[in-house]
């Protein structure tokens, strides 16, 4: 019965991309295109693009045994960091008895050399294990959470930051890593958002494909490039209510437009393994499901690396009611998911299902030719300690360079939400009451999920305030509140590398010392947010506004009068209506990594010019959720009459945002012409060019994110009202004004209709530029027939 139910589903989605390949056209579309695989910049090697690597796997495959191919199929986990609920049992007889093609949470290169000595001198055919981590930004030097990264709209410091982490990774004994998580994400209560690089499917990609050339740079047989993993495939960052774990379910029109173009981008720039997301799609998980991990990612976009499941992902379909171990096992692996991390279900039952016929044999030797081919291509046969090179790490990791960087990126990832009467940046002199729970903190700016990262080597604010404005400052330090006073909260987050330290006095107390250092300083700097542990995996939130008590001591400090800075850092979009009302000024820093303490100085002291924008909307309140500027207009959109009741709106709040995405202020301003179009018609295959002339008309030197968005004013199925197609960061002097020119090109206009076929519907198109995604000038044109 289960099969048959299962087998109807697949086959519906199926039918759906089916059809992209039949005679069948849209009615208004005049360009239709199927979605076929690019080939890619990256290094990329397939068994038919590589002869070599084909024949040393076809003989190395013709003297395995069944038990050895299976074994190739086991990732386990040896190691400290554990980021679910089972650990890997048994390694070292395992690894033995060729039970294991790769290990993670294994580094340092005397660590990785034992194991692999181990591996390649105790088993039968010597083969080499993979090295995995999760390097999420940054291996040993720390740059900002990947939502932070993604502010800073610059794609070559981005692909830096991939670049350091693969350079320090692979002096530290790895060989692959589990980023870039490219999940879209539109509910910041989901806590992984910071994990992504926020809301858009056109940023996404972009940074997608950026991270992906950092790590493996253009030959992953370089002993200082990894192989990259793109993850959660697919749509893990849609989970219900922002809950994580939960149920995904959308439309196709949806999961093509907005949520798959990151993993596309990411295999298309020639990613080497993806990793399963640990939620179903219509109805079946994605670690099981077929029409995912092979028609769409192999036959489609023409995948051809290896897919690894997400942590016990495989052994969860129980849970999720898909079958008991044996059954489950059979349908992640003849869904297309090649190597099962720690709940070892391949290794305990894919035997018995090949013996029964229940399995066929080609699929477990497709599996493990997927992933001895990996190992070809990191050159791990040719030599299998190329990664394990103890004096390169001692030069490498945490080089001042890489520092260095560190902060030049960090600045780059902060935003300025709000600065009236000019507060930022600070002078060089004078009194700061520097306040808050994060601001002498150094544990929680590295992020939640910072791998190898040592949070002792991070600069505290303070302490960057002392670097960069030196002597002429004196600092009045209290810390005002703490970050939550829930003690099962801290008890929980300490459980896991928290460091949290409740300060026992009440917080009046604590609000009443605060407000008297304030009183004898000439302005406050309030550092407040969340902990890191409060984003992340299994970090979702239900109020999204500062936690504890730290409101009520922004609103104590309001009080003196005094000019009030506001500092964040935190993971996620946050509800900060009464902040942004009451502070002078705010600039969210996020998690910034090893250098943040300086990075936040250099920013607050005007030695940098925030030029930051958001990549994920911020709402007024929770209950606007989900709020994201490409949304569609409804039949009934709000027109701003407040007395009209009968359109899209809520009683008690407006749909505005907070901030919207791609917001961000700099301590000079910009001025934008009106878009300039080169035609106002073009025919389908036709590019057109908009150009906008920029100016920067303060008082200091800047750089602008500018943008390019389009709107299909009719089209098939409704579309979005704006929808990001461009972007350009650009660097301004006081005084000089830019032209800037995007080429839109007809991909640019494409969407997948219905019948998901990806096509350009000929009429009238908006086009609008401007500094973020609502404060825009527009222009008009149209495609003909
Ligand atoms: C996470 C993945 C991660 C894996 C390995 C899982 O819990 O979802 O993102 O790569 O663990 O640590």
């Known amino acids: 019965m289960k099969q048959i139910i299962r087998t109807a589903l697949v086959m519906s989605i199926g039918l759906m991309s089916t059809q992209c390949n ?42 395995m045994t069944l038990e050895e191919k299976i074994g190739q199929l086991n990732l386990v986990s040896v190691g400290f960091d554990v980021t679910g609920p089972v650990v890997s049992q048994n390694v070292d007889e395992n690894i033995r008895k060729g039970n294991v093609g790769g290990v993670f949470n294994t580094y340092t290169p005397v660590a990785a050399r034992k194991l692999q000595e181990f591996a390649v001198n105790n088993t039968r055919l010597k083969i080499p294990l993979l090295f995995g981590y999760d390097v ?40 692959w890593v589990y980023s870039p998580m490219v999940d879209i994400a539109r509910d910041p209560r989901w806590g992984r958002i910071s994990e992504g690089a926020g809301e858009d499917p056109y940023l996404g990609s972009e940074i997608a494909r950026a991270m992906v050339r950092g790590y493996q740079g253009d030959d992953l047989t370089k002993e200082n490039t990894v192989m990259a993993t793109v993850k959660h ?10 809950r994580d774990y939960n149920t995904v379910d959308m439309s196709l029109n949806r999961m093509f437009n907005e949520y798959m173009p990151p993993y596309k ?51 969860e379909m129980i849970a999720h009611g898909m079958g008991d171990e044996a059954k489950v096992g059979e349908l992640a692996l003849s869904a ?18 090949v013996d029964k016929g229940s399995l066929s044999e080609e699929v477990v030797n497709t599996a493990a030719r997927r992933i001895l081919e990996a190992k070809y291509k990191l050159g791990l046969f040719e030599d299998p300690y190329r990664y394990t090179n103890d004096q390169r790490a001692k030069t490498t990791i945490m080089k001042p360079e890489y520092r260095e960087a560190s902060r030049d990126i960090a600045r780059r990832s902060m935003v300025l939400l709000k600065n009236s009467k ?43 305030i002392k670097n960069v404005a030196g002597n002429g400052v004196k600092i009045n330090y209290a810390k005002g509140a703490n970050i939550t006073d829930d003690e099962q909260m801290i008890k929980r987050l300490n459980a896991h590398g928290g460091e949290l330290q409740l300060d026992k006095r009440t917080s009046e107390q604590m609000i009443a010392e605060a407000v008297k250092v304030a009183r004898a300083s000439d302005v406050i700097v309030a550092v407040v947010g969340e902990s890191q542990g409060m984003s992340g995996e299994a970090a979702s939130r239900a109020d999204i506004g500062l936690p ?73 309140m929770v209950g606007q959720i989900p709020l994201y500027y490409a949304h569609r207009n409804t039949g009934r959109p709000f027109n701003g009459d407040l007395l009209n009741k009968y359109t899209t709106r809520y009683m008690d709040v407006t749909n505005e945002p907070l901030y919207p995405f791609g917001f961000g202020l700099s301590y000079t301003s910009f001025t934008y012409s009106k878009p300039q ?22 008082n200091y030197d800047g750089e602008e994110v500018v943008q390019l968005y389009v709107q299909d004013v009719v089209a098939s199925i409704t579309r979005p009202v704006k929808e990001l197609k461009g972007f350009q960061k650009i660097n301004l002097k006081k005084g000089e004004s830019r032209t800037v020119t995007f080429t839109i090109t007809p991909e640019h206009l494409k969407f997948y209709n219905n019948e998901l076929d990806f096509v350009l519907e000929p009429g009238e198109f908006k086009v609008y530029v401007g500094t973020n995604s609502r404060d825009v000038q527009e222009a008009s044109f149209t495609v003909t027939q």
Request: aromatic fraction near 6%; hydrophobic fraction near 40%; avoid cysteine.
């Open 136 to 175: 999420i930004h940054g291996h040993r030097t720390i740059f900002p959470i990947p939502l932070g990264l993604s502010a800073s709209w610059d794609l070559e410091a981005i692909e830096r930051s991939a670049r350091i982490a693969a350079d320090e990774a692979s002096a530290d004994g790895l060989n």
């Open 233 to 242: 495939f697919a749509l893990y960052g849609a989970s219900e209510a922002g």
């Open 677 to 698: 179009l080169s035609k106002t018609s073009i025919s389908p295959s036709e590019n057109l060019e908009v150009s906008v002339q920029v100016q920067n008309t303060g």
């Open 265 to 315: 981008a990411a295999i298309e720039a020639g990613v080497g393994s993806v990793m399963s997301s640990f939620n179903d799609i219509n109805g079946v998980p994605a670690t099981g499901n077929h029409w995912l991990m092979t028609e769409l990612l192999r036959d489609k976009w023409g995948f051809d690396g290896f897919v690894v499941a997400d942590y016990t992902a495989v052994s």
């Open 422 to 464: 000019q507060t930022l940046p600070l002078k060089k002199s004078g009194t700061i009451a520097l306040i808050g729970p994060l601001a002498n903190n150094q544990r929680d700016l590295i992020g939640n999920w910072s791998g190898a990262g040592d949070w002792k080597q991070a600069v505290s604010v303070e302490q960057g």
């Open 336 to 353: 297309g998911v090649d190597m099962d991390m720690v709940s070892e279900v391949y290794l305990r039952h894919v035997k018995q299902s």
């Open 22 to 63: 039949t005679a069948q056209q849209p009615t208004t579309a005049q360009q239709t295109e199927t979605v076929e695989p690019t080939q890619t910049p990256t290094a990329r090697a397939s068994s038919t693009a590589d002869p070599r690597m084909r024949q040393f796997v076809d003989s190395l495959l013709s003297q």
């Open 548 to 620: 504890g008590k730290q409101r009520e001591l922004l609103m104590a400090l309001k009080k003196t009068g005094k000019p009030l800075v506001v500092v964040l850092m935190n993971g996620r979009p946050l509800a900060l209506p009464w902040e942004d009302q009451n502070a002078d000024a705010i600039l969210e820093t996020w998690f910034a990594g090893t250098e943040a303490g300086n990075a936040i100085a250099d920013v607050l002291f005007g030695n940098y010019n925030p030029s930051g924008k958001l990549t994920a909307t911020f709402p007024q």
